[in-house]
Nanobody, 124 residues
Framework: VQLVESGGGLVQAGGSLRLSCTAS????????IAWFRQAPGKEREGVVC??????????MYQYGMKGRVTISRDNARNTVYLQMNNLKPEDTAVYYC????????????????WGQGTQVTVSS
């Protein structure tokens, strides 16, 4: 599975962005898809995931993210979206999407396929 993220950029605090993760190469709907982020000098952390429908299609949010981010998937377009609202400077990071043969989790361990990342910068 090849994953390509897009939609990152520079936004002012309080603004919104929608990131996209488009997959190719395998059965997209058989994978759970997650978004992670990594800020400079920090470890990669999970943001949110959306489970494959065969496992229930649940969403799981990292603590503190629910209410500001929404994940959705369009299996017909092999794309997962991450809508982020009320962005804060501390949300500045490289955002990665990942695909895994797993139930819903924001732990990066089960995810085997990763995109190259897209930069999100939030100015104060």
């Amino acid at each position: 599975v090849q994953l390509v993220e897009s939609g990152g950029g520079l936004v002012q605090a309080g603004g919104s962005l929608r990131l996209s993760c488009t997959a190719s190469g395998a059965s997209f709907d058989s994978y759970t898809i997650a978004w992670f982020r990594q800020a400079p000098g920090k470890e990669r952390e999970g943001v949110v995931c959306i489970e494959r429908e065969s496992s229930g299609g649940r969403t799981m949010y990292q603590y503190g993210m629910k209410g500001r981010v929404t994940i959705s998937r369009d299996n017909a377009r092999n794309t997962v979206y991450l809508q982020m609202n009320n962005l804060k400077p501390e949300d500045t990071a490289v955002y990665y999407c990942a695909a895994g043969d797993t139930i819903a989790t924001v732990n990066p361990t089960p995810y085997d396929y990763w995109g190259q990342g897209t930069q999100v910068t939030v100015s104060s």
